[in-house]
């Protein structure tokens, strides 16, 4: 197995956080850096596609979460 290249994960690390608004959610920080190092470990190792399928996950995770949130805020059904 390839070794991290830290320096590509703390990059996109940096962006992603700064897009999402994120950068002094300590919580969401790391939870951004573990999807990093496993989307590493499963091949994703150049910046921009690190990036982007990063970028696809956490909008599918928002997507869920948000989903979970609107189904429990929902009235019941009469």
């Known amino acids: 197995m390839e070794r991290v290249d830290y320096g590509i994960v ?3 690390l940096k962006t992603l ?3 999402n608004g994120i950068e ?3 919580q969401a920080v790391m939870q ?3 999807l990093l190092l496993a989307l590493w470990k499963q091949g994703v190792q150049e910046q921009d596609d690190l990036a ?3 970028r696809e996950k956490l909008a599918e995770a928002t ?3 948000f989903d979970v949130d ?3 805020s929902s009235p ?3």
């Open 76 to 78: 019941d059904p009469v």
């Open 24 to 26: 002094r959610d300590r």
């Open 10 to 12: 703390n990059a996109v």
């Open 52 to 54: 982007r399928v990063a």
């Open 63 to 65: 997507s869920i979460a």
């Open 70 to 72: 609107t189904e429990q």
């Open 32 to 34: 951004v850096a573990t």
């Open 17 to 19: 956080c700064r897009e």
